[in-house]
């Protein structure tokens, strides 16, 4: 099953409301799609401008990156990262950041309320 199959499978079931997906490849686009519903209501389509609170974005790159780091031998995931001890930081390791044992602040965009987790 292609992508597009696969996100038009998804929504038409139900078991997503709404998606899109963009790829571009050395300046390229070469996948952008878009369907379903902005809202739990079903009453707003989800268009190519849909704007979306998104997280976990970057944590499959930054693991990636920092596995590469490791089999060169320059990162050690056992060790402290000194610069971010500041403020009662200084027992977390760089294995537990890459983990989510330990998180940052957490921004609630659509109520406005900041809480830690």
């Known amino acids: 099953m292609g992508t597009e199959a696969a996100i038009s499978s998804k929504l038409d ?5 709404g998606a899109s997906l963009v790829v571009n490849i050395d300046g390229e686009m070469v996948v952008d799609l878009w369907g379903g519903w902005a809202d739990e209501a079903r ?3 989800w268009t190519e401008n849909t704007i979306t609170c998104i997280f976990s974005t970057t944590k ?6 920092a596995l590469v780091l490791v089999d060169r031998g320059e990162l050690d995931l056992a060790a402290y990262w000194p610069e971010f001890a500041a403020r009662g930081k200084a027992g977390i390791k760089v294995r537990q950041l890459l983990s989510e044992l ?5 921004v ?3 109520r406005g309320n900041k809480r830690e987790h």
């Open 108 to 110: 609630d965009s659509y």
């Open 102 to 106: 330990q998180t940052g602040p957490y």
């Open 60 to 65: 499959t790159m930054t693991a990636l990156a």
């Open 43 to 45: 009453t707003v389509p």
């Open 13 to 17: 079931s139900g078991q997503d409301l």
